[in-house]
């Protein structure tokens, strides 16, 4: 069974700063791996997917990498800003395409 | 904007009864998946309908169950519901089993 882990559950920066969420899981059998962001109360947004053959993949700010032999994705978030204050979700995808989710890194930057 | 839209937003129940929550995804996604958030913890994957037929399901009981209809639209129906089953539930459609686009989910109390 699937299982995700996302390391720290909760962090705290002043703006500006670079910072790193972790994500671990436990079955490199996946088929993709996304990166999503929940505001309080909403629905997910998705970030960044990168495929299993992939070793990262880039939007603006926002960098992430898997190594799937070892079972761990990093998301990059650079310059960070207030806006950037959310939730952030870890998922793999396996044959199935369901996803399994971690339980989420809260970000707060303060301004 | 992720063209899903999920109805009722909020719902409040009590325990025993029997809820239907609704899901519209865009045209030509013929993949959609239910998934169950508590409070505090990542989603879980309830059960995932391609084409009309249940494609996959988790680790849910049978008194969870869903439909999807030909004209993209999708329910989650919940029978003799418990006061663990409050929680926000997500769609989330997919015109390929690939990326997955999520709905803003309905939030569900059960008193």
């Known amino acids: 069974k699937q299982e995700v882990t996302q390391i720290p559950a909760a962090l705290s920066v002043p703006e500006g700063e670079n910072l790193v969420l972790n994500c671990s899981f436990t079955d490199s059998a996946i088929y993709n791996l996304q990166w999503f962001r929940q505001d309080p109360g909403k629905g997910l947004t998705s970030l960044l997917l990168?495929?299993?053959?992939?070793r990262e993949q880039t939007s603006g700010r926002l960098n992430a990498s898997l190594d799937k032999s070892s079972g761990r994705s990093t998301l990059y978030i650079a310059a960070s800003q207030p806006g950037d204050s959310a939730t952030y979700l870890c998922?793999?995808?396996?044959?199935?395409?369901?996803?399994?989710f971690g339980s989420g890194t809260q970000l707060t930057v303060l301004p | 904007e992720t063209g899903v839209t999920q109805s009722p937003t909020h719902l409040i129940k009590t325990r025993g009864q029997q809820v239907t929550l609704r899901c519209s995804s865009q045209?030509?996604?013929?993949?959609v998946s239910w998934y169950q958030q508590a409070l505090g913890q990542g989603p879980q994957f309830i059960f995932q309908y391609y084409r009309e037929e249940e494609n996959g399901r988790g680790n849910f009981p049978p008194r969870f169950s869903g439909l999807q209809f030909p004209n993209y639209s999708s329910e989650l129906n919940v029978n003799a519901l418990e006061l663990d089953d409050s929680a926000l539930y997500l769609c989330?459609?997919?015109?390929?089993?690939?990326?997955?686009?999520f709905g803003p989910g309905t939030r569900l109390l059960v008193l």
């Open positions: 045209s030509g996604h013929n993949t």
């Open positions: 990168i495929q299993s053959s992939q």
């Open positions: 998922a793999v995808s396996g044959s199935a395409r369901q996803l399994t």
């Open positions: 989330a459609s997919s015109p390929s089993q690939e990326t997955q686009y």
